[in-house]
T-cell receptor
Framework: GDSVTQMEGPVTLSEEAFLTINCTYT??????LFWYVQYPGEGLQLLLK?????DKGSNKGFEATYRKETTSFHLEKGSVQVSDSAVYFC????????????FGKGTKLTVNP | GAVVSQHPSRVICKSGTSVKIECRSL??????MFWYRQFPKQSLMLMAT?????????EQGVEKDKFLINHASLTLSTLTVTSAHPEDSSFYIC??????????????FGPGTRLTVL
């Protein structure tokens, strides 16, 4: 079945450092790919998404590019802030607009001043 | 907009009792709601999908008689864990979506409910 693998955390960075959180997937067909963020005490929020190969999702300085050849959707940010401290989840939904989401295990990011 | 609440946020119960968790969409009508379960350091695992006014669709391996889901209105779904046991202790998260023209309908997530069964 479909699955998502993301890098183990926790990740600790200093403010203004570069961030990469790796995500790879296994799926049949052409899934849509997502990054969700969960701030402390809050529900998951959609951070960005990409629905076809070579699409780049971006939001709040975060970017991820849908790479079908490497089945990857790595999350990057050039300069992290303390307010970016959260848990980040990579996810996919199946081909055909299926609403079912398959999540990775999540990566906890802590940014220190 | 698109806020989903869950109640309670934490619950502790004795083994053998039943626990009800509520999921509400506060500012939109949720045609579909999802219930997930998350173990420590694990992924969110989809338990079931419910559409308003119809029976929930459970994922393989999820006991429908143990995890009762009711989606009686467009703003409320409930998950009842019946005869809870310690192995049911987990973090339960709901999400809601509304119908639209896009191929993918964004899910809006609640903050989760921590269940501890003693």
């Amino acid at each position: 079945g479909d699955s998502v693998t993301q890098m183990e955390g926790p990740v600790t960075l200093s403010e203004e450092a570069f961030l990469t959180i790796n995500c790879t997937y296994t799926a049949t067909g052409y899934p849509s790919l997502f990054w969700y963020v969960q701030y402390p005490g809050e529900g998951l929020q959609l951070l960005l998404k990409a629905t076809k190969a070579d699409d780049k999702g971006s939001n709040k300085g975060f970017e991820a590019t849908y790479r079908k050849e490497t089945t990857s959707f790595h999350l990057e940010k050039g300069s992290v802030q303390v307010s970016d401290s959260a848990v980040y989840f990579c996810a996919l939904s199946g081909q055909g607009g299926s609403e079912k989401l398959v999540f990775g295990k999540g990566t906890k990011l802590t940014v220190n001043p | 907009g698109a806020v989903v609440s869950q109640h309670p946020s934490r619950v502790i119960c004795k083994s053998g009792t039943s626990v009800k968790i509520e999921c509400r969409s506060l500012d939109f009508q949720a045609t579909t709601m999802f219930w997930y379960r998350q173990f420590p350091k694990q992924s969110l695992m989809l338990m079931a999908t419910s559409n308003e006014g119809s029976k929930a669709t459970y994922e393989q391996g999820v006991e429908k008689d143990k995890f009762l889901i009711n989606h009686a209105s467009l703003t409320l779904s409930t998950l009842t864990v019946t005869s809870a046991h310690p192995e049911d202790s987990s973090f339960y998260i709901c999400s809601a979506t509304t119908s639209g023209a896009e191929a993918y309908n964004e899910q809006f997530f609640g903050p989760g409910t921590r269940l501890t069964v003693l």
